[in-house]
């Protein structure tokens, strides 16, 4: 069936890289994303990837797809207090791809 | 842009009451909505894909006679949790799809949490 890891949580230091990682098991997935979620906020798409890319990157943000191994990877360079965050991953499905398997979430923690 | 809202944002109710809670895209209209809820600890889980102007569409093993959808313009879709148990407690959270835009892009309400006593 469809399922999404990720591990629950991460601590990094202001102005270390944080590399945030998902495993999922479908391979048919067409789309996937990477969300953040702030207290008291909506989920907030950070940037997602179309599975035959293997990278993509945005400011400092870089998306690692492992297509082979089913492995999505988050990297945030430079990271800020402001980037403390629950991160969710997610992967789309059919044709319209409207249905999101979601993971856990991954909370960020960033020290100063 | 692209803001969707939701009302109310926590909501504390008895046994057997109905409660109804509101998705509004602010500044965009919207032919899809999403309604999900989140148990703590676990990931969101699709509840129904609501479409204007028709009946939504339920995902398997959740109860339609119970969480009524009316999406009924293309601004707003509510979420009527009916005959409300504590096991119903959970954060309701909502997304829409702008009209103009793909399935990519759904933007996502801030949540509401329900808590049946």
């Known amino acids: 069936g469809e399922d999404v890891e990720q591990s629950l949580f991460l601590s990094v230091r202001e102005g270390d890289s944080s590399v945030i990682n998902c495993t999922y098991t479908?391979?048919?997935?067409?789309?996937l994303y990477w969300y953040k979620q702030e207290p008291g906020a909506g989920l907030q798409l950070l940037t997602y990837?179309?599975?035959n890319m293997d990278m993509k990157q945005d400011q400092r943000l870089t998306v690692l797809l492992n297509k082979k191994d089913k492995h999505l990877s988050l990297r945030i360079a430079d990271t800020q207090t402001g980037d403390s965050a629950i991160y969710f991953c997610a992967e789309s499905f059919g044709g319209n791809n409207r249905k999101l398997i979601w993971g856990l979430g991954t909370s960020l923690a960033v020290n100063p | 842009g692209a803001v969707v809202s939701q009302h109310p944002s926590w909501v504390i109710c008895k046994s057997g009451t109905s409660v109804k809670i509101e998705c509004r895209s602010l500044d965009f209209q919207a032919t899809t909505m999403f309604w999900y809820r989140q148990f703590p600890k676990q990931s969101l889980m699709l509840m129904a894909t609501?479409?204007?102007?028709?009946?939504?569409?339920?995902e398997q093993g959740v109860e339609k006679d119970k969480f009524l959808i009316n999406h009924a313009s293309l601004t707003l879709s509510t979420l009527t949790v009916t005959s409300a148990h504590p096991e119903d407690s959970s954060f309701y959270i909502c997304s829409a799809i702008p009209r103009d835009r793909g399935y990519n892009e759904q933007f996502f309400g801030p949540g509401t949490r329900l808590t049946v006593l």
């Open positions: 990837i179309f599975s």
């Open positions: 479908d391979s048919s997935s067409t789309y």
């Open positions: 609501s479409n204007e102007g028709s009946k939504a569409t339920y």
